[in-house]
C-alpha cells in the first residue's frame, strides 16, 4: 500500500525516567484532546518495557485527571497463552497499569487465549469487526482498516515492532487485520499482533525506545533512508513521535 511519509518528531531525553515523565504528560494530554473531539480514546498497547515506561499514568496528577470511563484498550501484540500466564502481555498490563486505573471492564479487548495462533488472530479480527460494525471503533477513510487514536509502541533489538520480525512474512500482509506468527525468534513463539496496514491507520503513533541495547537499530530505522528494519515501516496518518533516552540516542 502506497503510504506517504509520517510527520515525525523525534524527543530525546537524558533518563528513561525523564521519558516515562514525558510520556505520561503526552499520552495525558492526547486522552483530553480526542475526548472533546469525539467522546472515547482508543488505545493500543504494547508488551514489553512499554508498559514499565507508563508508570506516571498511574500517579499524581494524571491518575485524578485523566477520565478513564472513556478509554477502550486494545493489544498490538500478543503472546498466544493464558491471560494469566507470566509471557502475557495482558497480564504485563494488568499488573503495571490497567489494575491501577478505573478503565471499565468491557471496554477492555485481550485476546482469546482458548486458540490456536490462527484461531486467536481470526477472533481478534472478527471482535475488530463487530466494533466497526457497532460504530465503536472506526475505520480509516484513507485506508479503510480500523483507525485508533493512539498506539504506544516499543521496538527490539532486531527491529521489530507488534510481533513483525524481520525475515518473517507478517510483515508484509496487505489484507488481514490481525495476522499470526508461530515461530517468533523471541520468545515465546506463538503470538498474534496486528499488520502495518493497521498499524500505519493509526492517527497518533509513540515510539517509546529506552537502553543502550536498542541504539544500533534507532540508529538504522532513523538514520538510514534505506532502513530495512520493521520499524522503518512505522508511519500513522497523523503524528509519529519517538521518545527516546540518552542511551537510545547515542549513535545517533
Ligand atoms: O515481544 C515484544 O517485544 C516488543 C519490544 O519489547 P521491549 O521489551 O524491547 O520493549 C514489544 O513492543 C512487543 O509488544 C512484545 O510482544
Known amino acids: 500500500m502506497a503510504s506517504e511519509k509520517a510527520k515525525k518528531t523525534i524527543l530525546k531525553f537524558d533518563t528513561e525516567d525523564d521519558v516515562a515523565v514525558a510520556l505520561a504528560k503526552y499520552t495525558a494530554d492526547l486522552s483530553q484532546r480526542f475526548i472533546q ?85 481470526e477472533d481478534y479480527e472478527a471482535l475488530h469487526r463487530d466494533l466497526v460494525e457497532r460504530k465503536i471503533l472506526p475505520l480509516s477513510d484513507a485506508t479503510g482498516f480500523p483507525k485508533f487514536d493512539l498506539m504506544l509502541l516499543g521496538m527490539g533489538p532486531d527491529g521489530h515492532v507488534a510481533s513483525l520480525f524481520p525475515n518473517h512474512p507478517q510483515r508484509n500482509e496487505e489484507e488481514r487485520w490481525v495476522t499470526f506468527i508461530t515461530n517468533s525468534p523471541k520468545p515465546p513463539p506463538p503470538r498474534i499482533t496486528y499488520t502495518f496496514p493497521v498499524i500505519n491507520s493509526s492517527s497518533e503513533i509513540a515510539m517509546v525506545v529506552t537502553g543502550a541495547e536498542l541504539a544500533t537499530a534507532v540508529k538504522d530505522v532513523l538514520g538510514n533512508p534505506n532502513s530495512n528494519l520493521p520499524a522503518a515501516e512505522v508511519s500513522p496518518q497523523g503524528l509519529l513521535t519517538w521518545f527516546l533516552d540518552k542511551d537510545a540516542a547515542s549513535k545517533l
Open 37 to 121: 473531539e469525539k467522546g472515547s480514546f482508543n488505545v493500543v498497547l504494547s508488551g514489553g518495557t512499554l508498559i514499565d515506561t507508563m508508570r506516571y499514568l498511574t500517579q499524581a496528577p494524571h491518575k485524578e485527571s485523566v477520565d478513564w470511563s472513556k478509554w477502550s484498550i486494545f493489544w498490538l501484540d500478543e503472546r498466544v497463552v493464558p491471560l494469566d500466564h507470566k509471557d502475557s502481555n495482558y497480564k504485563l498490563a494488568y499488573d503495571g497499569f490497567l489494575s491501577k486505573v478505573s478503565i471499565p471492564g468491557g471496554q477492555i479487548f485481550p485476546i482469546n487465549d482458548k486458540k490456536s495462533p490462527e484461531g486467536a488472530a
